[in-house]
Nanobody, 125 residues
Framework: VQLQASGGGLVQPGGSLRLSCAAS????????MAWFRQAPGKEREFVAA????????TYTDSVKGRFTIARDAAKTTVYLQMNSLKPEDTAVYYC???????????????????WGQGTLVTVSS
């Protein structure tokens, strides 16, 4: 499975961006998909995830109410709509995919098998 992330850029505080992650290859299996981010000098952190069935979403507390994760009907593209962006949201955002894992591990990077290349989001005036 290959993941291609896009949509990053420079935005002012309070602005919005939508990230996309397109999956290709052997996508017939049900995949959980997630976004992680890594700010300069910090460790990679979980942002949001959506279960393979699309019936469950999970967010880290700092983005709840501002970010929304969703996937298309074919379940091969996942989106991260980011509103009310803050300077502390500045980071490289990575999409990730996994299959066959239990829900309770959905926040943990080590449980993801496939990773995209990352897209830079900069929130600055």
């Amino acid at each position: 499975v290959q993941l291609q992330a896009s949509g990053g850029g420079l935005v002012q505080p309070g602005g919005s961006l939508r990230l996309s992650c397109a999956a290709s290859g052997r996508t017939s299996n049900g995949f959980d998909m997630a976004w992680f981010r890594q700010a300069p000098g910090k460790e990679r952190e979980f942002v949001a995830a959506i279960r393979w069935s699309s019936r469950s979403t999970t967010y880290t507390d700092s983005v709840k109410g501002r970010f929304t994760i969703a996937r298309d009907a074919a379940k091969t593209t996942v989106y991260l709509q980011m509103n009310s962006l803050k300077p502390e949201d500045t980071a490289v955002y990575y999409c990730a995919a996994r299959s066959g894992q239990i829900l309770s591990t959905i926040r943990f990077a080590e449980y993801y098998h496939y990773w995209g290349q990352g897209t830079l989001v900069t929130v600055s005036s």
